[in-house]
């Protein structure tokens, strides 16, 4: 993927796999995710190709401590001096105190492990520059996925950004929590989640997957000259329900094998 500008001060500068955004803040860049290690070349010269600089990101944020989100962050921090944060339950899996980076499942390994600088509770604000980004807890996906929302400008106008921490139904199937002796109740944590989150208004919903919000079209639309393909106030409220359907999904695909193998 090319890096381009989303909206305002917000870019992208992740990849197909995995999404990383940098907002510029006036002083300093916050990079939201640091994706797989594997891309972290692609990521510095995507940066670089915006005209920053990774020697500028001040703060990495990650929406939680999957090997996809977190994948670069000691690196960069190497390269950076940058802050990091993340959710406090997620703390275990950064530090490789628990093997709960999902690098396993992916047929991957991983050993970049780091000791995040701050862990955030639900309600948290992080603040740099010109933004102030407000903290939800949202777990299921993991036990500490951070849900975020900030205003970004562009020509004047002010625009709620909203992202959704993680919300892939893999890491809440019964077989994975049972592997990993993770709550079942994360279930019911993720929907009353995306119960709390239906009540945020955003304008410009960003995904830590490109497939959450059709990054790629947005991004041609871009290209093709409409600056504000990702305004879409529409478009968050549908994610969430999408995601709902999908658990709906999953559990009942749950139960109707277990009613199989009890046969
Ligand atoms: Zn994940």
Redesign the pocket.
Known sequence: MSPFRVIGNLYFVGTRPASSHIIDTGDGLIMLDSGYPEDLKHIINSIQVIGFSCQDIKIILHS?G?I??IGNTRSIVQLSGAKTIIGRLDADYVTGKRDLS?AKELGMEFSQFFTPDVLLEDGATVSLGNTVIRCIHTPG??EGTMSYFFDVMDNGRDLRVGTHG?V?TN?MEKSFLQRYALPLSLRDDFRAGLDRLKREHVDVFIGNHQDQCNTVDKYKQIMAGNKDAFIDSTAWPEFLLQCENRLDRMLAEENEWERETDR
């Open positions: 939680h999957h996809d989100h999902f996906h993991t993680g892939g890491s």
